[in-house]
Protein backbone atom coordinates (compact mmCIF):
# COMPACT_ATOMS: atom_id res chain seq x y z
CA UNK A 1 0.00 0.00 0.00
CA UNK A 2 0.90 3.64 -0.14
CA UNK A 3 3.26 4.90 2.49
CA UNK A 4 2.78 8.21 3.85
CA UNK A 5 5.28 9.68 6.65
CA UNK A 6 4.19 11.48 8.99
CA UNK A 7 5.81 13.76 11.79
CA UNK A 8 6.60 13.60 14.21
CA UNK A 9 5.24 11.00 16.18
CA UNK A 10 4.01 12.83 19.53
CA UNK A 11 4.50 15.88 20.40
CA UNK A 12 4.72 17.77 24.38
CA UNK A 13 4.15 21.62 24.28
CA UNK A 14 3.09 24.31 26.95
CA UNK A 15 -0.05 26.19 26.17
CA UNK A 16 0.17 29.20 24.22
CA UNK A 17 3.14 27.67 21.74
CA UNK A 18 2.74 27.12 18.02
CA UNK A 19 2.57 23.65 16.41
CA UNK A 20 3.66 21.78 12.88
CA UNK A 21 3.41 18.95 11.91
CA UNK A 22 3.64 16.88 8.82
CA UNK A 23 3.55 14.79 5.72
CA UNK A 24 5.24 13.50 3.33
CA UNK A 25 4.85 10.71 0.59
CA UNK A 26 6.86 9.04 -2.57
CA UNK A 27 3.00 9.44 -4.67
CA UNK A 28 1.54 12.24 -5.68
CA UNK A 29 -1.71 13.00 -4.43
CA UNK A 30 -4.50 15.16 -5.75
CA UNK A 31 -6.27 15.64 -2.47
CA UNK A 32 -4.64 16.34 1.06
CA UNK A 33 -6.41 15.90 4.16
CA UNK A 34 -6.20 16.72 7.77
CA UNK A 35 -8.58 15.16 10.43
CA UNK A 36 -8.21 15.22 14.42
CA UNK A 37 -8.66 12.50 16.43
CA UNK A 38 -10.23 13.15 19.99
CA UNK A 39 -10.18 10.23 22.95
CA UNK A 40 -12.34 7.54 22.46
CA UNK A 41 -14.12 8.88 18.58
CA UNK A 42 -13.43 9.06 14.91
CA UNK A 43 -11.28 11.58 13.15
CA UNK A 44 -13.15 14.76 12.25
CA UNK A 45 -11.86 16.56 9.03
CA UNK A 46 -10.01 20.03 10.05
CA UNK A 47 -8.92 20.92 6.41
CA UNK A 48 -9.20 19.84 3.09
CA UNK A 49 -6.85 20.71 0.46
CA UNK A 50 -7.41 20.28 -3.31
CA UNK A 51 -4.43 22.23 -5.37
CA UNK A 52 -0.96 21.63 -5.58
CA UNK A 53 0.49 25.38 -3.26
CA UNK A 54 -3.01 26.01 -1.53
CA UNK A 55 -2.86 27.47 1.54
CA UNK A 56 -6.11 26.86 3.80
CA UNK A 57 -6.98 28.27 7.09
CA UNK A 58 -9.68 27.24 9.58
CA UNK A 59 -9.67 29.29 12.71
CA UNK A 60 -6.00 28.65 14.18
CA UNK A 61 -4.93 26.27 11.87
CA UNK A 62 -3.70 26.56 8.48
CA UNK A 63 -2.79 23.73 5.66
CA UNK A 64 -0.56 23.82 2.73
CA UNK A 65 -0.70 21.68 -0.13
CA UNK A 66 3.39 21.38 -1.01
CA UNK A 67 3.98 22.54 -4.80
CA UNK A 68 5.31 18.81 -5.45
CA UNK A 69 2.01 17.04 -4.48
CA UNK A 70 4.11 14.79 -2.56
CA UNK A 71 3.92 16.91 1.27
CA UNK A 72 1.51 18.92 3.53
CA UNK A 73 1.61 20.44 6.50
CA UNK A 74 -0.27 21.51 9.14
CA UNK A 75 0.33 24.22 12.03
CA UNK A 76 -1.95 25.14 14.64
CA UNK A 77 -1.03 28.72 16.51
CA UNK A 78 -1.33 29.09 19.99
CA UNK A 79 -2.45 26.02 21.21
CA UNK A 80 -4.92 25.51 23.91
CA UNK A 81 -5.61 22.16 26.09
CA UNK A 82 -8.41 21.45 23.74
CA UNK A 83 -5.76 20.73 21.03
CA UNK A 84 -4.89 17.65 22.69
CA UNK A 85 -5.68 14.69 20.29
CA UNK A 86 -4.01 12.65 17.23
CA UNK A 87 -4.10 14.35 14.56
CA UNK A 88 -3.53 12.32 10.79
CA UNK A 89 -3.33 13.30 7.80
CA UNK A 90 -4.72 11.42 4.63
CA UNK A 91 -3.94 12.00 0.67
CA UNK A 92 -6.20 10.97 -2.17
CA UNK A 93 -4.84 9.49 -5.05
CA UNK A 94 -5.91 10.16 -8.64
CA UNK A 95 -8.36 7.09 -8.61
CA UNK A 96 -10.26 9.16 -6.47
CA UNK A 97 -11.31 6.33 -4.54
CA UNK A 98 -9.17 5.42 -1.52
CA UNK A 99 -7.81 7.21 0.74
CA UNK A 100 -4.20 6.42 2.61
CA UNK A 101 -3.37 7.76 5.96
CA UNK A 102 -0.45 8.65 8.16
CA UNK A 103 0.08 6.86 11.33
CA UNK A 104 -0.84 10.40 13.34
CA UNK A 105 1.01 12.84 15.80
CA UNK A 106 -0.44 13.00 18.92
CA UNK A 107 -0.56 15.80 20.60
CA UNK A 108 -0.05 16.97 24.06
CA UNK A 109 -0.72 20.47 25.73
CA UNK A 110 0.39 21.47 28.94
CA UNK A 111 -1.69 24.08 30.42
CA UNK B 1 -27.65 11.47 16.50
CA UNK B 2 -24.55 10.44 14.79
CA UNK B 3 -24.39 10.30 10.64
CA UNK B 4 -22.13 7.53 11.35
CA UNK B 5 -23.35 4.74 13.86
CA UNK B 6 -21.09 1.79 14.34
CA UNK B 7 -22.07 -0.96 16.87
CA UNK B 8 -21.16 -2.23 19.22
CA UNK B 9 -18.80 0.29 20.66
CA UNK B 10 -16.77 -2.49 22.61
CA UNK B 11 -16.66 -5.95 22.30
CA UNK B 12 -14.13 -8.94 23.97
CA UNK B 13 -14.50 -12.13 22.24
CA UNK B 14 -12.36 -15.29 22.12
CA UNK B 15 -9.90 -16.96 19.96
CA UNK B 16 -11.75 -18.62 16.66
CA UNK B 17 -15.47 -16.62 17.52
CA UNK B 18 -17.06 -15.13 13.94
CA UNK B 19 -18.21 -11.51 15.07
CA UNK B 20 -19.51 -9.12 13.07
CA UNK B 21 -19.55 -5.48 13.53
CA UNK B 22 -22.25 -3.04 11.93
CA UNK B 23 -21.91 0.24 10.58
CA UNK B 24 -25.14 2.12 9.00
CA UNK B 25 -25.08 5.95 8.22
CA UNK B 26 -27.86 8.62 7.60
CA UNK B 27 -25.68 10.47 5.23
CA UNK B 28 -26.87 8.89 1.80
CA UNK B 29 -23.67 8.45 1.02
CA UNK B 30 -22.77 5.63 -1.46
CA UNK B 31 -19.28 4.83 -0.78
CA UNK B 32 -18.58 3.23 2.57
CA UNK B 33 -14.70 1.84 3.96
CA UNK B 34 -13.83 -0.16 7.14
CA UNK B 35 -10.49 0.93 8.36
CA UNK B 36 -8.23 -0.96 11.15
CA UNK B 37 -6.48 1.98 13.26
CA UNK B 38 -3.57 0.37 15.30
CA UNK B 39 -0.94 2.50 17.65
CA UNK B 40 1.24 3.90 15.13
CA UNK B 41 -0.08 2.30 12.14
CA UNK B 42 -2.73 4.83 11.38
CA UNK B 43 -6.22 3.85 9.73
CA UNK B 44 -5.76 0.89 6.86
CA UNK B 45 -8.27 0.30 5.08
CA UNK B 46 -9.81 -3.29 5.19
CA UNK B 47 -12.51 -3.18 3.00
CA UNK B 48 -14.51 -0.26 0.78
CA UNK B 49 -18.00 -0.16 -1.07
CA UNK B 50 -19.60 1.77 -4.27
CA UNK B 51 -22.72 0.30 -3.72
CA UNK B 52 -25.14 -2.56 -2.66
CA UNK B 53 -23.24 -4.28 -5.52
CA UNK B 54 -19.93 -3.42 -5.22
CA UNK B 55 -17.49 -4.72 -3.18
CA UNK B 56 -13.20 -3.95 -3.04
CA UNK B 57 -10.21 -5.64 -0.53
CA UNK B 58 -8.25 -3.31 0.73
CA UNK B 59 -4.68 -3.14 1.81
CA UNK B 60 -5.30 -5.91 4.73
CA UNK B 61 -8.73 -7.29 3.93
CA UNK B 62 -6.98 -11.12 4.81
CA UNK B 63 -9.17 -12.59 7.75
CA UNK B 64 -12.26 -9.85 6.70
CA UNK B 65 -15.01 -10.05 5.02
CA UNK B 66 -17.89 -7.55 4.24
CA UNK B 67 -21.47 -7.36 3.29
CA UNK B 68 -23.42 -4.13 1.93
CA UNK B 69 -26.77 -4.97 2.94
CA UNK B 70 -28.17 -1.38 1.60
CA UNK B 71 -26.51 1.66 0.70
CA UNK B 72 -27.09 2.67 4.32
CA UNK B 73 -25.39 -0.33 5.67
CA UNK B 74 -21.72 -1.55 5.64
CA UNK B 75 -20.88 -4.75 8.02
CA UNK B 76 -17.75 -6.32 8.35
CA UNK B 77 -16.91 -9.73 9.82
CA UNK B 78 -14.46 -11.88 10.92
CA UNK B 79 -14.86 -15.30 10.08
CA UNK B 80 -12.43 -16.97 12.82
CA UNK B 81 -11.04 -13.85 14.86
CA UNK B 82 -7.52 -14.08 16.18
CA UNK B 83 -5.28 -11.94 19.03
CA UNK B 84 -3.58 -9.60 16.50
CA UNK B 85 -6.98 -8.70 15.07
CA UNK B 86 -7.32 -6.62 17.97
CA UNK B 87 -7.75 -3.15 17.16
CA UNK B 88 -9.61 -0.23 16.51
CA UNK B 89 -12.20 -0.64 13.93
CA UNK B 90 -13.85 2.17 11.97
CA UNK B 91 -16.52 2.73 9.37
CA UNK B 92 -16.98 5.85 6.74
CA UNK B 93 -18.87 7.37 3.83
CA UNK B 94 -18.56 9.39 1.66
CA UNK B 95 -19.49 10.65 -1.76
CA UNK B 96 -16.97 11.40 -4.57
CA UNK B 97 -16.85 15.07 -3.70
CA UNK B 98 -16.83 15.32 -0.12
CA UNK B 99 -14.16 14.35 2.20
CA UNK B 100 -14.74 11.16 4.40
CA UNK B 101 -17.17 11.03 7.77
CA UNK B 102 -16.15 8.79 10.15
CA UNK B 103 -18.38 6.55 12.63
CA UNK B 104 -16.99 6.77 16.56
CA UNK B 105 -15.16 3.40 16.07
CA UNK B 106 -15.91 -0.14 17.82
CA UNK B 107 -12.81 -1.30 19.95
CA UNK B 108 -12.44 -5.20 19.61
CA UNK B 109 -10.45 -7.54 21.77
CA UNK B 110 -9.74 -10.76 20.96
CA UNK B 111 -8.38 -12.92 23.94
Known amino acids: GQQLNQSPQSMFIQEGEDVSMNCTSSSIFNTWLWYKQDPGEGPVLLIALYKAGELTSNGRLTAQFGITRKDSFLNISASIPSDVGIYFC???????????FGSGTKLNVKP | DADVTQTPRNRITKTGKRIMLECSQT?????MYWYRQDPGLGLRLIYYSFDVKDINKGEISDGYSVSRQAQAKFSLSLESAIPNQTALYFC??????????FGQGTRLTVV
Open chain 2, 27 to 31: KGHDR
Open chain 1, 90 to 100: AGQLHDFNKFY
Open chain 2, 92 to 101: ATRDPNTEAF
